[in-house]
């Protein structure tokens, strides 16, 4: 919350600083505004949100793969998972991070836990689909040719699921940089703050320019994730 | 905002006496939610359903589907909502009601559009080949054939604006959202009460939605 000064010990007085004539008329976005705050407002909470997201997208990633080998490896772990990920995703995630925060407090571990469970079941069920989805002829070449069955799953299969792992990673990126912003009403940080202070003090400039900032931002995730794919699966013809 | 509070197993007790004692509380809340939730979704259904299945027909706008989809996953819904309030300068049904619409119509555009796309050319060529209207190959041939996939992404749809309807609640939106953001008055029981009962909401949703896709599928599944 900037703006608000307290002048020794007397009343709390608001203190709107020197805005320009465009936010004293009630504009509904300020260039000026956007341009003065950038650095100490608007810049800060895009690095944080970065941050939020890439720690929640790797830490995901790292226990879905986890989780994918045993559901690939062990069919009967797949069904409960599964059932528990549709659970997941009915529970809203306010509610999500209001019910962790007796456990691990106001904290980014409480943000972090909450955005890992809603990535962690879109990576595995596109990890679990993409190595089923390898067709059984191939597989049955592959072992024609005598490969063995670690073989088989690091040179046939894994590449195979490759593309469709990766197209999971894009919406699971993108959805993450979406839900980051509710975490605003755990802890301080990310584009939901500006979102969240601009509601408050009813200021519109502050809303759009984040809310811009946030959408900008996932869209350019998936559109980096993209190139990546074509670039590392120059076989899959997925989109 | 949250306040912290201690959580025992006893709170899992607690939030179900709190839903037996202000069942009728309860009863009102998740009847909000539900009401919001539907509304958009209604909503939705009439504007993407249309263009979806048209676009599906002719084979046409891959990229407008698959972009659409990524755009509404990119869209926060507390951006949207505080954008409309901005516009619209007031707050409560009528601004979270469009927020939600917003985000329900990817999931049913996509798969509109994938359901009908993905029906096998050669049955609507033969649909043709009988002197079917185009109209009609799609009422006919490529509505009861896509319709499980579409059916899913209603279900996708459902679930997502109900979790999501409750974010509302923290702007005005009445129903179950009111409690969950309002820990002070209603206590961690309370709001654990709330979790459970829009989970609920959503998961009988999807249920009864579920048993529709099966029906769906299960009516058009080739015969022995």
């Known amino acids: 919350m900037t703006g608000f000064g307290i002048v020794g010990g007397g009343p709390v007085i608001p203190n709107f600083g020197q805005g320009s004539t465009c936010e004293k008329n009630g504009g509904w976005f300020c260039t000026e505004w956007v341009r003065e705050h950038w650095g100490d407002t608007l810049q800060p909470a895009l690095v944080q949100h970065i941050e939020l997201t890439v720690i929640a997208i790797s830490v995901g990633f790292a226990v879905a793969s986890l989780l994918a080998l045993v559901g690939f490896r062990w069919r009967f772990v797949d069904p409960p998972l599964g059932a528990f990920s549709d659970f997941l995703y009915a529970i809203p995630s306010l509610a999500l991070f209001q019910l962790l925060v007796p456990f691990t407090g106001l904290t980014v571990t409480t943000v972090e836990i909450a955005l890992i469970s809603y990535t962690l079941f879109i990576l595995y069920r596109n990890m679990i689909a993409g190595l089923r989805g390898v067709p059984a002829e191939t597989l049955e070449v592959a072992r024609g040719m005598g490969l063995t069955r670690v073989q088989t799953f690091f040179r046939v299969e894994l590449p195979l699921a490759a593309p469709v792992v990766l197209g999971g990673l894009r919406i699971a990126t993108v959805s993450t940089i979406s839900i980051a912003t509710v975490a605003a009403f755990v802890i301080p940080k990310g584009l939901g703050e500006p979102i969240l202070t601009g509601l408050q003090e009813s200021f519109g400039t502050e809303i759009l320019a984040a809310s811009l900032l946030a959408i900008f931002l996932g869209l350019a995730a998936d559109g980096l994730i993209a190139l990546f794919q074509r670039r590392v699966t120059p076989w899959s013809r997925l989109t | 905002m949250i306040v912290g509070d201690s959580f025992t197993p006893g709170t899992f007790v607690d939030a179900f006496r709190f839903i037996a004692d202000n069942a009728s509380l ?113 009422s006919r041939v490529e509505l009861p054939l896509g319709l499980p996939l579409l059916l899913a992404g209603v279900r996708l749809a459902a679930v997502f604006v109900i979790a999501t309807a409750t974010i509302a609640g923290t702007v005005g939106g009445g129903g179950l959202g009111e409690i969950i953001a309002n820990q002070a008055s209603y206590g961690l029981s309370g709001v654990l009460a709330a979790a459970l009962c829009v989970s609920a909401l959503a998961l009988l949703t999807a249920f009864v939605i579920g048993l529709a896709q099966r029906a769906a599928s299960r009516r058009m599944a080739p015969r022995a």
Do not use: C
């Open chain 2, 26 to 138: 309860m009863l009102d809340k998740t009847g909000e939610t539900a009401e919001l939730s539907f509304a958009a979704l209604g909503v939705a259904l009439l504007l993407s359903l249309p263009v979806g299945l048209w676009l599906g027909h002719r084979h046409r706008g891959l990229s407008v589907a698959l972009g659409v989809a990524t755009l509404g996953r990119a869209l926060p819904i507390i951006a949207l909502i505080a954008i409309f309030i901005t516009l619209f300068g007031t707050i409560g049904f009528w601004v979270n009601m469009p927020a939600l619409v917003v985000l329900a119509i990817p999931p049913l555009l996509t798969n509109s559009y994938f359901g009908v796309e993905g029906v096998d050319r050669d049955v609507v060529e033969a649909a043709r080949g009988m002197g079917l209207e185009e109209p009609q190959i799609l």
